[in-house]
Every structure is written in structure tokens, then in C-alpha cells.
Antibody
């Protein structure tokens, strides 16, 4: 059974940093591209970042480019999101998701999602 | 930036057909995906590559795409289909993924 388990969320002050993790199980992690998607309270879904199966290709939404870094460790079957210069607008539930293909910039969608980890940016 | 536009809400009676549209300039060239999100839950894939249904998704869910519009159809909607629905696709450059604005489906 495919499982994705996010962790690392919490309450953080504006301007600070936070690192999210996503532990994968039930599939061959290094055969799939991965994503981060977020959802502010009461609002819709926003694609944040994608990474190819080997980490060789990465893409970001304009809203996080230059502040967030997506990465993966295939040996640990884990996906990460390093977030810096956090602002109130980054408050959201952050999901990790799997793409059925190798490359995030192919036309695949997300076929499996985790349950999310909450990030709250507040002073 | 690229946008996918959906109606904010659709309301139907049980057994009726619900249609949710998603409008985007790149849809003639890019696949649409559809996600169902029930209250307090993570999204779940219900349609991929415009019209394909993942295993386990009821046959009453179907998808189509024509020109700049993709459509999710729920034929014979059930009360348990009440949820928010989001389309998802890629912009023309392939460098950005985008979710639609979301549609709240009410079945009552």
C-alpha cells in the first residue's frame, strides 16, 4: 500500500525557516517524481514545487521561488521542503504527493497524497 | 500566470447529473486531472488524462475535454459525492502546474 507521511510542520515566526519531510513507503520511491502542494485555511489547492525521480529537474511556483527548496533522498525514501523567509501567506496545510511518472514536468498529475502537515506563520 | 477557472458551486438533487467545468488556455494541448476533496480529508484523484478513471472510482464519474474546457460529469450524483472538486493541469511551457479555483458540489 502506497503511503506518504508528512512531518515537520508547526508554528513559526515570520522571517524564520522550517523544513518539512515526507516519508514514502509501499512503492519504489526512486521511480517516481514527487510534489509539494499546499492549502491555506478555507482556500483552494496551490502547487508549490515538483522534483523528478533523480532530483535532476526541479520546478517551483512563482510564489515560493527563491525561498523554498525541494529535495529528495532516494536512499531514505524521503522528500523534503526547506522553507525560508516565511511569511503569513505561507500559512497552510502542506501535502506531499506522488506523480505516476519519472519527471515532474511531464503531464502527470498526483496519484497519491499524504494527509498533510500544518504550517502556521505568526508572531 | 496561468489560471484554470471553475464555477464556485454546483448544486444537484440525488440522482441528477452534475457537470463541473474547467477553463484554461492550454487545455487543448495539456491533459486535465480532477481531484475530489471531502471535508477534512486529503484530495483524491477521480479522473486523469482528461477522461480516464482510476481503479476504485465509481463509473458515475467521467471526464471529457474539448478546446479550452475540460468537464467532470457525475452521472446520478449521490449524497456521498458532496465535496470540493479541483481540476489540475500544466501551463503551455510545461514549467508550472496549476490547480483550478475549485467547485463545491452539493447534493441534496
Amino acid at each position: 500500500e502506497v503511503q506518504l507521511l508528512e512531518s515537520g510542520g508547526g508554528l513559526v515566526q515570520p522571517g524564520r525557516s522550517l523544513r518539512l519531510s515526507c516519508a514514502a513507503s509501499g512503492f519504489i520511491f526512486d521511480d517516481f517524481a514527487m510534489y509539494w502542494v499546499r492549502q491555506p485555511p478555507g482556500k483552494g489547492l496551490e502547487w508549490v514545487a515538483g522534483i523528478s525521480y533523480d532530483g535532476g529537474s526541479i520546478g517551483y511556483a512563482d510564489s515560493v521561488k527563491g525561498r523554498f527548496t525541494i529535495s529528495r533522498d532516494n536512499a531514505k525514501k524521503s522528500l523534503y521542503l526547506q522553507m525560508s523567509s516565511l511569511g503569513i501567506e505561507d500559512t497552510a496545510l502542506y501535502y506531499c504527493g506522488r506523480d505516476p511518472g519519472l519527471n515532474w514536468n511531464d503531464e502527470g498529475g498526483l496519484d497519491y497524497w499524504g494527509r498533510g502537515t500544518q504550517v502556521t506563520v505568526s508572531s | 500566470s496561468y489560471e484554470l477557472t471553475q464555477p464556485p458551486s454546483v448544486s444537484v438533487s440525488p440522482g441528477q447529473t452534475a457537470r463541473i467545468t474547467c477553463s484554461g488556455d492550454a487545455l487543448p494541448r495539456k491533459y486535465a486531472y480532477w481531484y475530489q476533496q471531502k471535508s477534512g480529508r486529503a484530495p483524491a484523484l477521480v479522473i486523469y488524462e482528461d477522461s480516464k478513471r482510476p481503479s476504485g472510482i465509481p463509473e458515475r464519474f467521467s471526464g471529457s475535454s474539448s478546446g479550452t474546457m475540460a468537464t467532470l460529469t457525475i452521472s446520478g450524483a449521490q449524497v456521498e459525492d458532496e465535496a470540493d472538486y479541483y481540476c489540475y493541469s500544466t501551463d503551455s511551457s510545461g514549467n508550472y502546474k496549476v490547480f483550478g479555483t475549485g467547485t463545491k458540489v452539493t447534493v441534496l
